[in-house]
């Protein structure tokens, strides 16, 4: 059984930076796409970051030079560090992984999330 599990989120200022991590069990990364989303109160919940098994990463464009995602593979963990946070990054902050090869279009595991605030 896959379980994902969040950890790092918090409260800090405009300008300040966080490491969210997510910790597997049943998955090994490098398997195939890991990545994180978000989810603001009243918006949908949008793709941040995937890195496929070869270690290609890619962004949406409003965290490109902010945001980096990588994994650990002797910690089986994937990481999101966050600098430059802005208020807007507000949001539950979710980890996803998938098995089956679909080209990070589709995930079919997801953690419970982990809530980051950025205060102005």
């Known amino acids: 059984q896959v379980q994902l599990t969040e950890s790092g989120g918090g409260s800090v200022q405009a300008g300040g930076s966080l490491r969210l991590s997510c910790a597997t069990s049943?998955?090994?990364?490098?398997?195939?796409?890991m990545g994180w989303f978000r989810q603001a109160p009243g918006k949908e919940r949008e793709g941040v970051a995937a890195?496929?098994?070869?270690?290609?990463?890619s962004y949406t464009d409003s965290v490109k030079g902010r945001f980096t995602i990588s994994q650990d593979n002797a910690k089986n963990t994937l990481y999101l560090q966050m600098n430059s946070l802005k208020p807007e990054d507000t949001a539950m902050y979710y980890c996803?992984?998938?098995?089956?090869?679909?080209?990070?279009?589709?995930?079919?595991?997801w953690g419970q999330g982990t809530q980051v605030t950025v205060s102005s």
């Open positions: 890195i496929d098994k070869d270690g290609t990463t």
């Open positions: 049943g998955y090994t990364v490098s398997t195939d796409c």
């Open positions: 996803a992984a998938d098995d089956r090869e679909r080209l990070c279009t589709d995930y079919a595991y």
